[in-house]
């Protein structure tokens, strides 16, 4: 088989057995197509590239000044791919079984403080040309901040799960995995407000003969649902409305803020990994590692003795003549 069929053939695969999210579908696409090139440069394709090779095209990742995370990520899809070669018998051996990447480097999650998340929900309020727009900017906001969902999950909900004011919402994640997630009361009032506003125009959609849409945030788009790329620039808006730097917000930092407010109000590390739908707990494990630099922070710039100021020079204390 030539590299394409290859690629199509994995990712099919692994799409219908292990239901891989598009997203991630089409970056290993895109990583595989790279391999598949640098392979051809070199004379090699597939079927007969060695662990020499796989590890020279890492050199050359390196050398291009990738980031850790990118070889890390493109490795990963070498690696997949030649374990399911070898599993259909593509071939009788697997160069990439004893290589060894670079890891990924353990980054704090960027995230946002309480009186900043306020403030983009103030701005999701108003902001909008109509009142059906501020109604379905604020029902996202508040559900995103509610659940710490992905934007991906968050955008493509059915309008069925959000029927009879739910309490909790059942969103599916990646590999098709579903968790329950719990409404905060804002949450719930946001939903049901957006929702009489997106039955009514449903229901002008299907008086004028057209067919109603399953989803809770429809768009006239491909997919049916808004975007991610749309969520974005929203939530950019968003962020210049609200006083709150741009750089420091995306549909992530609100997943990280939901969590690390968790963490800072007493829940534990097993219910955050739950709500959040991790497979492990140690990918949860990240936001202890936020919170301890807040605290740090906060000591260093608020307890007496962390300012040389209030340092008593001498080092003596006056102890009543004892």
Known sequence: MDSLRWITTFLDAQAAELGMAQNTQDAYARDLRVFADWLDRHNSNFDTAGQDQLEGYLIYC????????TRARRLSSIKQLYRFAFDEGWRKDNPAI??????????LPKTLDVPEVDRLLDAARVTGR?????????????????TGMRVTELVSLPVSIARG???????????????????????RTALAAWLMI????????????LPPSRFLFPSRGKAGHLTRHWFYQL???LAVAGGVSPAKVTPHTLRHAFAT??????????????????????????????????????VNDHHPLAKSGKRNSGGNTSSDGQ
């Not at 390196?62 to 995370?69: K, N, V, W």
């Not at 997106?198 to 002008?204: F, K, P, Q, S, V």
């Open 165 to 187: 004011d739910p309490r909790m919402l059942l969103v599916m994640g990646k590999g098709g995995k579903e968790r329950m997630v719990p409404l905060s009361p804002p949450a």
């Open 235 to 237: 939530i950019k808006d």
């Open 98 to 107: 004893r290589i060894k990447g670079p890891g990924r480097a353990k980054r």
């Open 130 to 146: 109509s009142k059906t727009d501020k109604l379905r900017n604020t029902c996202l906001m508040e559900l995103l901040y509610a």
């Open 62 to 69: 390196d050398a291009q000044g990738l980031a850790q995370s």
């Open 198 to 209: 997106r039955d009514d125009a449903e229901d002008d959609k299907r008086a004028k003969g």
């Open 261 to 298: 407010h968790l963490l800072a109000n007493g829940a534990d590390l097993r219910s955050i990994q739950t709500l959040l739908g991790h497979a492990d707990v140690a990918t949860t494990e990240i936001y202890t590692h936020v919170l301890d630099e807040r605290l740090r922070t906060l």
